[in-house]
């Protein structure tokens, strides 16, 4: 038979998707390699979903979406970052993950390079190649929290390049970036004429500090893809409910791909955001404070048992440095989880560099957490021991 | 938030978390954790730990009846004597002074709907100036001072997502 399409047959499957099958065949394991809440959707929201099906609410709705959620997305955003957005600058999306592919494949020709910093969100890497662009990971690095370095980018710029792709609060680091850089982020993109898509899907769980809504910054509006979604702040990821807003020339054409490929995001679906986003201020909250003691007792715990770890600011996500374990992400990964039972992400799947470092959720039940920092202990005590030996023969060795 | 309140309501939700793991959980020294407890207890804004416990799960019957009583205030006392009147009883679980059609609402805890009945025909409608009481039993306790006692959402994650 003929070949498939050459991008997607080159592409890899998801890394991730590859410990999951481990994984998911050993009991007792204690699971931080999720992306997504523990909390199950607030009731409210919930409900609505519930009394939308009960209604009869099940039939297409127009293609970029329920007008009144559009409504209430453009509220939102002007009381929270003061930006402002008209109806036909938003669309509704089937999560943050439709919005970056419409994104990219409106803004891409063939060849197009787009710069993104690593390590990052999985599906950045192929979702620019899917479109037809080529994928220019900036990297970041541990020791200064992962900030993105406004000169690494510019260095990164070519003739080619034609967008930039951020993601703070950031999945996997849970990092956040500073207004000062974000706005020199933007005079890049300004000087050299590029798009920028904010991936801010993360943005109420900021900790520390106060999240800066990209477009909200001098001369971003008008390149600026600004992506949102449900999924994170609201625990909906199973909804698959998001939206994206851009200058209305992007609008435009984003919109006839998410008309010709997906017609629209699911009515009652739509209707169970409205709630959201409107009535479920609250318990947005209540989550997020709850992140948040689970962040400081589990990072404290991670610093203690020798897996030095970055304050994460953002998302809920840990990202600790296992380096000096002399065992690569994956090797580190798989030991602790047949050793241990504990399953953390290999830090390589968010891009190579992301070696060196595992991604653990801290969403996850207290007592869970607690448990799964007494067996990493053990297995930090356990491989520094099995280090000493190795070392040990190593020097008799010489002699 | 303030910090003090974030302590109360983890104390609230588990009063047996250590000082430890709840100054780990809100960024704050463990001694001074231990010290703002102590305060508070002394001043009375912790007024002591209970457990809540499910009898019914354990074996043990316990009948609970919700009385709504109405009755005539007091001149210069209102409402405040006669609630005294009934709080002091130890059957008596709870009283609260209402809106609404009637005045105080009782809760009365028994071994059994008789003896129940029996402290509300002796004891509570006895009582001078009160006017009437409405009783209803609690025949099945779904969810109790915010903690449930039925079935609960349980965790339908897969084990590893991007
Ligand atoms: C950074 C980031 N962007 C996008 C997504 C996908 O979000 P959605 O559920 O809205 O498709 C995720 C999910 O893990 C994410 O971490």
């Known amino acids: 038979m003929k070949p498939l399409n050459d991008t997607v ?47 009869g609410f099940t039939a297409y709705t127009s293609n970029s979406g329920l007008p009144r959620l559009i409504q209430a997305i453009a509220e939102h955003l002007h009381a929270r970052y003061q930006v402002s957005y008209e109806k036909d600058q938003i669309l509704i999306t089937v999560g943050v993950s439709e919005g970056l592919d419409l994104a990219l494949r409106a803004i891409l020709n063939t060849g197009d390079e787009v710069i993104y910093a690593e390590p990052c969100y999985v599906s950045y890497g ?128 984003m919109l006839k791909i998410h008309q010709y490929t997906m017609l629209c995001a699911p009515h009652m679906v739509q209707l169970a955001a409205l ?124 002699i | 938030m303030t910090k003090d309140r974030e302590i109360l309501k983890l104390l609230e939700q588990d009063s047996r978390t250590p000082a430890e793991r709840i100054a780990a959980m809100v960024g704050e020294d463990a001694e001074r954790v231990r010290n703002l407890i102590q305060e508070w207890e002394n001043a009375g804004i912790i007024r002591r730990y209970k457990t809540v416990i499910d009898w019914e799960r354990f074996g043990v019957e316990r009948v609970f009846a919700f009385i709504d009583v109405s009755v005539t205030p007091e001149r210069g006392a209102g409402f405040d004597d006669i609630a005294r009147r009934i709080y002091r009883y130890p059957e008596v679980h709870s009283v609260y002074l209402v809106s609404g059609g009637h005045d105080l609402r009782v809760v009365v805890e028994g071994d059994t709907m008789k003896q129940v009945a029996n402290f509300v025909a002796e004891k509570l409608a006895t009582i001078d100036r009160v006017n009437s009481t409405n009783t209803h039993f609690l025949l099945k306790k779904y969810k109790d001072d915010g903690d449930l006692f039925v079935e609960s959402d349980s965790d339908h994650r897969l084990m590893v997502t991007p």
């Open chain 1, 126 to 253: 192929p979702g620019i190649r899917f479109a037809g662009g080529v994928a220019i990971p900036v990297h970041t690095h541990g020791d200064d929290g992962f900030r993105i370095h406004p000169e690494d980018i510019e260095a990164a710029v070519t003739p080619n390049t034609k967008a930039l792709l951020l993601c703070y609060p950031n999945n996997p680091t849970g990092a956040t970036q500073n207004r000062e850089d974000l706005q020199r982020i933007v005079d890049i993109a300004v000087k050299h004429d590029l798009y920028i898509i904010s991936d801010e899907i993360y943005d109420r769980l900021t900790y520390i500090g106060k999240h800066t809504c990209l477009s909200s910054l001098n001369g971003a509006a008008e390149r600026t893809i600004l992506l949102n979604g449900f999924s994170k702040a609201y625990a909906m990821t199973g909804w698959r409910v998001a939206y994206a807003c851009a200058p209305k020339p992007i609008a435009e054409n």
């Open chain 1, 275 to 398: 709630e959201a986003i409107l009535k479920a201020g609250n318990d947005v909250e209540e989550m997020v404070a709850d992140y948040d003691h689970r962040r400081r007792l589990f990072v404290r715990g991670l610093n203690e048992i020798g897996m030095g770890c970055i304050e994460p600011k953002g998302a809920f996500y840990a990202f600790p440095s296992i380096r000096h374990t002399g065992l690569t992400s994956e090797q580190f990964a798989s030991k602790l989880l047949m050793e241990e039972r504990v399953a953390v992400v290999p830090g390589n799947a968010f891009g190579a560099s992301g070696e060196g470092y595992v991604r653990c959720c801290y969403a996850t039940a207290l007592s869970q957490l607690e448990e799964a920092l007494e067996r990493m202990e053990r297995f930090m005590q356990k491989i520094q021991l099995e280090r000493k030996s190795t070392n040990v023969s190593s020097e008799a060795l010489k």
């Open chain 1, 9 to 55: 047959t080159a592409t890899p499957p998801s890394g991730i998707r590859r410990f999951f099958d481990i994984a998911a065949q050993m009991d007792d394991v204690i699971s931080l390699s999720v992306g997504e809440p523990d909390f199950v959707t607030p009731w409210r929201i919930r409900e609505a979903g519930i009394y939308a099906i009960e209604h």
